[in-house]
């Protein structure tokens, strides 16, 4: 028998789960790995909203974002990876400082808050790149939030440098770094690690980095790339040293699993994903990640149905309005010319949330009177 306020499960294993979750109890990696494979989606799912509700109540948010990145050029070679091209190859590119802004510009509107950049690992680019970069984006778009470089480009960088992480930070810092994108977390099991990303950065040094920027005040987000060779038990053991480490620094604001496109990668004998394990796997996520506050349903890798659908399996967020998105395009994906506003907020909508505009840092922001305006005559 299912336990109020639940009803019975498909699955009765589920009940001790539901009852902890219901006294606001923490999962175990047992708990986990039956989330993670129980065949009763709707059962996971029903638990998993009701963390979402608890926590965020009829609410979806969205932000309106675009993303830049100045460089595809890598000297790792992912087999995850459609995005990449190596130093000197026909599908590479780098932009000048000067390109970066005219790039952004091309659609920086006021009413875009946060620009999304990360790049390739560019064997030429030095922290003085960026922090040009960064400065010049600020001179031209003030009000934009830079929520750029993931764990594995700092890394990048403070050894090209031959600087310290810390200095690395406080110099992007100072010239306009915001936050930091939960990229290149991957899986943190090394088994994956060296099959699927054989950059230098491993699992554990990816939260190293993470400790160290939230200590130096900069939130940042954390992924986790499912779908390809891990087994549910190696998704289990990433969520779980996510939350270990946002006990101690509570500096994760969201957490967004990637759902695999293998197109164009070297694992392309793989199949995507299927909507069960991508809903599980947000269901997953909402309940294992009890210390993070947002689970967003990534539209762009999701496909907006499926990304409409999570909304009820555990997530709370969309991401945003996503101009320009490459990494996901260059592997299949079909959302890399962005989503209108109205879009989004039709599909919250739709899915009887209510929208609200929020900025990187999950502040809620008053709807701009033009964009009312449209809404009222374009529902
Ligand atoms: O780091 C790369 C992944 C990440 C593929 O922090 C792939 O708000 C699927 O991290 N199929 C980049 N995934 C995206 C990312 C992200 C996206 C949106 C919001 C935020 C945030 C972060 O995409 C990479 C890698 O983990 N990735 N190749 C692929 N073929």
């Given at each position: ?35 993670a494979t129980t065949p009763d989606l709707l059962g996971v799912g029903r638990i998993a909203n ?330």
């Amino acid at each position: 028998m299912g336990t109020a306020p639940f009803g019975p499960f498909a699955d009765p294993r589920l009940d001790p789960i539901a009852g902890k979750v219901e006294a606001n109890g923490r999962l175990s990696f047992s708990d986990g790995l039956l989330v993670a494979t129980t065949p009763d989606l709707l059962g996971v799912g029903r638990i998993a909203n009701l963390v979402r509700e608890r926590l965020h109540g009829d609410v979806a948010y969205f932000n309106v974002n675009r993303h830049l990145n100045p460089t595809n050029v890598c000297v790792a070679s992912c087999a995850l990876c459609a995005f990449a091209e190596k130093y000197g190859g026909a599908r590479g590119w780098t932009y000048t400082v000067d390109q970066a802004v005219e790039v952004a510009a091309r659609d920086v509107t006021e009413t875009v808050t946060e620009l999304h950049i990360v790049g390739g690992l560019h064997p030429k680019l030095g922290v003085d790149y960026y922090e040009a970069l960064f400065r010049a984006l600020k001179l031209h778009f003030p009000w934009v939030h830079i929520k750029a470089l993931t764990m594995v480009e700092l890394d990048f960088l403070a050894q090209r440098s031959k600087l310290s992480v810390e200095e690395i930070v406080g110099r992007l810092t100072a010239a306009g770094l915001d936050s930091c994108p939960g990229g290149g977390a991957e899986i943190f099991a090394e088994r994956v690690r060296a099959q699927i990303c054989d950059h230098k950065t491993s699992g554990e040094r990816w939260l190293e980095i993470a400790r160290t920027v939230h200590r130096l005040g900069l939130r940042s987000n954390c992924t986790m790339l499912y779908g390809h060779i891990e087994t549910p038990e190696e998704r289990v053991d990433h969520l779980i040293r996510l939350r270990e480490l946002q006990d101690s620094t509570g500096g994760f604001q969201c957490f967004i699993p990637l759902a695999f496109h293998p197109a164009n990668t070297r694992l392309d004998h793989l199949a995507p994903t299927t909507g069960k394990l991508d809903l599980q796997t947000i269901a997953l996520s909402r309940l294992m990640l009890d210390n993070i506050p947002h689970v967003k349903a990534y539209w762009i890798m999701l496909g907006a149905k499926t990304a409409q659908v999570a909304l009820h399996f555990g997530a709370d967020d969309l991401d945003g309005t996503v101009v320009d998105e490459r990494i996901t395009r260059a592997a299949g994906g079909e959302a890399g010319a962005g989503m209108a506003r109205r879009e989004l907020e039709h599909l919250i909508g739709e899915a009887q949330r209510v929208p609200v505009e929020r900025d990187t840092l999950y502040r809620e922001l008053p709807t701009p009177p033009e964009i009312r305006r449209i809404s009222r005559t374009n529902p």
